[in-house]
């Protein structure tokens, strides 16, 4: 169109005016399609995740290789033995010194009472070490002195002394320890010294360890598949025996982390850790479950060391476990017991 005549120039073509209306149905048409591709989109995103997707590793913590101090249970003289009940609720601990018994807490430490060696043996008595029998409960605990085994019920009333069906020359009892089947184990330091396996009437069952040379062997401890661990305690070592009585692992003596100085005490948690105390170590070894083909235990790692503070031990001995973990260990010249857990 030109300015002087108001009209198009040939061939031109005039230009269309869009309805608003229109436009506006179009441009919503356009976001609708958008709207939809993009929950297609999503969707698709959404079916692939739970058709394809793989889980997220987390990472994974390694349980602690030993347990933390807890707390400590006051009131027994030098203590030497100590055997806990599967719960925790009776802590029995012997006292080398002052009264010279057997003294029963609480899981808070609280005396319930004592187990009294019998009045007509005589005034020398010293109980060493103790094992509760599994189905029982009944407390058995060794007395040094008297070279007997002396069998109380579970709230400390004295039943009888244990003795062999048959006599054993020289019988002198120190470590206990129950199987799951409820056979009793005692070492013995009568020449030559070695462990001695009895069933509930006292028959002896089976004898071994007499061809290990063993000296002073302290402490017992049964694992769930019948493997017989034993601290050899002035030759430095834990010696680990079959169902049938051979040696089938060991542990020596030696300054290196995992080796042992004079072991004392041994006990087998549920998992089939061993916590074994060395008393010259001023703690407590920990070793992970045997395998079948091993000829030493793993080495876990090692709590305690020399002093007075928590958590620190002087010249520890005894050591149990209860069915939550929690570690019981005897620390003798400080006099009290010490309680870890995982």
Request: proline residues 7%.
């Amino acid at each position: 169109m030109t300015a002087e005549t108001g009209t198009l120039p040939a061939g031109a073509t005039p230009a269309v005016e869009v309805d608003p209306e229109r436009r506006r149905r179009r441009r919503k048409i356009l976001l609708l399609l958008l709207l939809l591709g993009s929950l297609a989109i999503l969707l698709g995103i959404a079916i692939w995740y739970l058709l394809f997707r793989q889980p997220i590793p987390l990472p994974i913590v390694p349980p602690p290789a030993v347990p933390a101090y807890s707390t400590s249970i006051y009131g027994a003289a030098d203590p030497a033995g100590v055997a806990v009940s599967p719960a925790g609720d009776r802590i029995y601990v012997a006292e080398t010194a002052g009264d010279k018994v057997v003294r029963m807490f609480d899981s808070g430490g609280n005396e319930l009472g004592i187990l009294a060696p019998p009045a007509d043996t005589g005034s020398e008595h010293v109980p060493v070490y103790l094992a509760l029998q599994p189905t029982t409960g009944d407390v058995y605990v060794s007395d040094r002195p008297r070279g007997a085994v002396y069998v109380y019920d579970r709230d400390g009333a004295f039943r009888s002394e244990f003795r062999p069906a048959l006599a054993i020359e020289g019988w002198q009892p120190l470590g206990l320890a129950f199987d799951a089947a409820g056979n009793l184990y005692v070492t013995d330091l009568s020449g030559p010294a070695e462990v001695h396996k009895f069933d509930s009437t006292g028959k002896l069952l089976l004898s071994f360890g007499g061809d290990q040379s063993m000296s002073f062997p302290n402490g017992v401890a049964v694992d769930a598949d019948g493997r017989v661990y034993v601290t050899d305690s002035n030759n430095g070592r834990l010696l680990v025996f079959g169902t049938d009585g051979t040696l089938v692992a060991k542990i020596g003596r030696g300054a290196g982390a995992g080796n042992l100085g004079l072991p004392r005490g041994v006990a087998i948690d549920g998992q089939g850790r061993a916590f074994i105390v060395d008393s010259s170590g001023q703690g407590v070894l920990v070793y992970a479950a045997l395998e079948a083909d091993q000829a030493q235990p793993e080495h876990l790692g090692f709590f305690g060391g020399h002093g007075i503070a928590n958590g620190q031990f002087a010249f520890p001995m005894g050591v149990a476990v209860d069915a939550h973990g929690r570690v019981y260990v005897a620390d003798t010249a400080n006099g009290r017991i010490q309680v870890w857990s995982y």
